[in-house]
């Protein structure tokens, strides 16, 4: 189950529990002129997410990701940015990227499947 709760002017917080996890997840969302989202969730919540943050405004005008570390719950759904086809990546260390970010997100899961061994996280 997936709430939406608008918890300051502009500000919602989207909380989906799993039950079957005991487990409460959130993302962020700031509506703006350059809208922010905080933290992505699972890549299995992607579509969730996304109707969630439909309920209040057009998931294609987020103009910003942003996660706190890099887990499965905070960035998980970066696959579904690459289909966006976003021009620049603002990472939290190291310089920014501008080009084909589409192509460095994918090449990113890669990474994550080789390093982790796994390829539902990233």
Same mark, same amino acid.
């Given at each position: 189950m997936t709430i939406v709760t608008e918890i300051a002017q502009d500000v919602y917080r989207i909380s989906t529990y799993m039950s079957e996890r005991n487990l409460q997840i959130n993302q962020f969302l700031v509506r703006d002129d350059e809208p922010l989202l905080w933290h992505t969730g699972h890549k299995f919540l992607f579509q969730t997410v996304r109707d969630a943050v439909a309920k209040i405004l057009d998931p294609a005008g987020v103009r910003w990701i942003g996660f706190s570390h890099f887990e499965a719950d905070e960035c998980?759904?970066?696959?579904?940015?690459?289909a966006l086809?976003? @021009? !620049?990546?603002a990472v939290m260390h190291g310089?920014?990227?501008?080009? $084909?970010?589409?192509?460095?997100?994918?090449?990113?899961? !890669? +990474?994550? @499947?080789? +390093? +982790?061994?796994?390829? $539902?996280?990233g």
């Open positions: 998980g759904s970066l696959n579904g940015l690459a086809n976003p @021009k !620049t990546l310089s920014s990227f501008s080009g $084909d970010c589409s192509r460095s997100l994918r090449e990113l899961g !890669t +990474v994550i @499947k080789d +390093v +982790v061994g796994r390829s $539902d996280i």
